[in-house]
């Protein structure tokens, strides 16, 4: 008895402990996690390192050339003396070749630092929609159950009507529907958050169907950014246009590269001769490559890569015209944000909240009808999840001009 009481106490424990709910999900505790556990990030970090990995590799001299040689064997059939001989070879480039190669390498692993930076950013980016999505969610829902709980009150006085005689049948089934309503909405909303949530989960590395706290309302407080200021920290910091320097100074290291083609390499050398009748011989050899097919390679090498670069300049000049486009739209979502929350505050929930109070007293003697009852009712529930909504798209706004700028905007703030 006493083992199937410990078993029962245990169970008993883990109900409670699952049914206990999500700790408050924080976006910065998020977003440090997104960093920490997501793959793609720590793939990102793989990548960066197996590009600096290429630089001293880019320096590396080419493999020598080891070779044996037997001659005049066998002896009674060449009348010879047998012979082995024993060479080796290493290719030496000109000077500042290798260096130059090096070059290129720096550059490129420049380039993969800008993408994984790139990787990090949209990640982060994705993470702060997903939260935000919450937010207005969980508004969505609050909102839903105040919306129902009046349904249910404003029914019971239908129904209270109805029974003396001051009321209609089917105002009681209007409100019933209107309910009816509000429930499958709230199954979308629920069916919604779930979605949200596992796509979160997968940002941090966890179990899809893992649970997910309720979002800490965090909006950011009004500031002043300077569109000059702003635009010219996004040039210098957005790691797209971080690569597309980097890759156009690897093509510029490469046709640097290709100059230095126009000189020879060497080889230097040595053999040993075993020799069966006569004492062994060393030797040594110097040779080097004749770059005499200059204006049909290296000359367009160079060309090639001058080439290149200049198409990356130009792909960068539209690409910084893009980022100026994306940051004045950004700033002009986040103004006509904070008007339209303004306008909310003051106008539209007040006068829609006086109009529902309205008509909620008059409801009772019969003054008002259903239908501008019910009107009232989701004219206030449009406005109070618009208001939520605004400020989600405010700070929406915000993660898209951090992400067009491609530094934390806290920076920024004059």
């Known amino acids: 008895m006493r083992r199937v009481a410990e078993i029962v106490l245990l169970a008993a424990a883990g109900v409670a402990q699952a049914a206990e709910p999500a700790s408050p999900l924080r976006l910065d505790t998020l977003v440090a996690e997104i960093r920490q556990r997501n793959p793609s990030a720590s793939a990102a970090a793989r990548r960066i390192d197996a590009a600096r990995i290429q630089i001293p590799r880019a320096r590396a001299l080419a493999d020598p050339f080891v ?4 001659e005049d064997l066998p002896p009674r059939l060449t009348g010879g003396m047998p012979m082995l001989r024993l060479t080796a070879t290493q290719m030496i480039p000109w000077f500042g070749k290798r260096d130059r190669m090096a070059a290129v390498a720096e550059r490129e692993a420049d380039a993969v630092a800008a993408r994984a930076d790139m990787t990090v950013l949209d990640l982060v980016a ?9 937010v207005l969610n969980r508004e969505a829902r609050r909102v839903n159950r ?3 709980a009046l349904v249910d009150t404003v029914v019971a006085i239908t129904v209270g009507r109805l029974r003396s005689g001051g009321g209609m049948h089917h105002d009681v089934l209007k409100m019933q529907t209107e309910g009816a309503m509000l429930d499958d909405a709230l199954v979308m909303l629920e069916a919604d958050r779930r979605e949200m949530a596992a796509m979160l989960n997968a940002l941090r590395d966890r179990a899809a169907e893992a649970e997910v706290g309720e979002p800490e309302e965090t909006f950011t407080a009004a500031v ?4 000059t200021r702003v635009t010219t920290a996004a040039l210098a910091a957005r790691p797209e246009l971080r690569e597309m320097r980097a890759m156009e100074a690897a093509e510029q290291a490469m046709a640097a590269a290709a100059r230095r083609e ?10 040993y001769d075993v020799k069966s009748q006569e004492p062994n011989t060393m030797g040594a050899m110097l040779g080097l490559n004749v770059p005499l097919w200059i204006g049909s390679r290296q000359r367009l090498d160079v060309r090639a890569a001058e080439t290149r670069a200049s198409a990356i300049e130009r792909d960068r000049a539209a690409m910084a015209a893009m980022v100026r486009a994306e940051i004045e739209r950004a700033l002009v979502r986040i103004d006509a944000a904070d008007k339209r929350s303004r306008l909310l505050e003051t106008e539209l929930i007040p006068r829609a909240q006086q109009t529902f109070d309205s008509a909620m ?21 449009t406005q109070k999840v618009a208001r939520i909504a605004i400020h989600v798209d405010r700070e929406l706004a915000l993660v898209d001009l951090e992400r067009a700028v491609g530094t934390p905007l806290k920076e920024l703030v004059r």
């Open 67 to 70: 070779q044996g040689m037997v």
């Open 126 to 134: 994705a993470g702060k929609r997903g939260y935000y999505g919450l």
């Open 146 to 148: 105040e919306q129902r």
């Open 224 to 227: 002043t950014l300077d569109r």
């Open 262 to 271: 126009y000189y020879p390499d060497f080889m230097v050398g040595g053999l």
């Open 361 to 381: 007293a008059a409801f009772p003697s019969g003054t008002v009808d259903v239908l501008s009852l019910l009107d009232s009712l989701r004219t206030l529930e």
